[in-house]
């Protein structure tokens, strides 16, 4: 696709819901990078794929933070027995390069608010 | 860990007017410097980044400087216009890993 895709664009859940919210990076692009945005604040790092490699995840706030990359193309970030705490925008970014957080070209989100 | 402070977090200027923000880093081996505007609600966009082997690169009308001495770098933007007004983000890799660590943002207003 022309850019990276991020759904759903909104995502309202009760406290104790599981959520998975899914990115479709840009076609060809080896990393793909996982970041949370709270209101007014800049992108926080929650995890890195090369390929179908999980090589960082020491940014996931706790082990209710999943994510997977199984083909190294579309990867899920699932939030289990969600909390108001988790409510933010989750943005995904993915780059050509390999190994390196340059370059970077994000999707639009998905905020997340848990009720 | 890696720390990035981003000043000021609100800016105000008059159309034509010129708007400077700056950062601050901690990681001395950081070597790699973007700089993302974030329209509102919408996605951060790269607008321009350096590396540590430079001190200053230009784009039209923005362009960045970098002080590795100092650990300092800053993003000029000339003859500001009213599409300019977005939230601006500084960054700079962690080293240690993957991650990008992003200042907290300067919202910048451009009144026409």
Redesign the interface.
């Known amino acids: 696709g022309a850019g990276?895709s991020q759904s759903p664009r909104y995502k309202v859940a009760k406290r104790g819901q599981d959520v998975a919210l899914r990115c479709d990076p840009i076609s060809g692009h080896v990393s793909l990078?996982w970041y949370q945005q709270a209101l007014?604040?800049?992108?926080?790092?929650l995890t890195?794929f090369q390929n179908e490699a999980q090589?960082?995840k020491?940014?996931l706030p706790s082990d209710r933070f999943f994510a997977e990359r199984p083909e190294g193309s579309v990867s899920t970030l699932k939030i289990q027995r969600t909390q108001q705490e988790d409510s933010a925008v989750y943005?995904c970014a993915s780059s050509l390069l390999t190994?390196?957080?340059?370059?970077?070209?994000?999707?639009?989100?998905t905020q997340l608010s848990v009720l | 860990g890696e720390n990035v402070e981003?000043h000021p977090s609100t800016l105000s200027v008059q159309e034509g007017d010129s708007a400077v923000i700056k950062c601050t880093y901690s990681d001395s081996a950081s070597n790699?410097f973007?700089w993302?505007k974030q329209e509102l609600g919408?996605?951060?966009?790269?607008i321009i980044?350096i590396r540590s082997n430079v001190g200053e690169k230009k784009d039209q009308r923005i362009a960045v400087t970098l002080n590795k001495t100092a650990k300092h770098f800053s993003l000029h933007i000339t003859e500001t216009q009213p599409e300019d007004s977005a939230v601006y983000?500084c960054?700079a890799?962690?080293t240690g890993?993957?991650?990008?660590?992003?200042?907290?943002?300067t919202r910048l207003f451009v009144k026409a």
């Open positions: 990276v990078f007014g604040q800049g992108p926080e790092f890195y090589l960082d020491s940014g943005l190994a390196t957080n340059e370059k970077l070209f994000f999707g639009s989100g | 981003q790699y973007p993302y919408k996605r951060p966009q790269l980044d983000f960054a890799p962690n890993g993957f991650k990008t660590i992003f200042g907290a943002g």
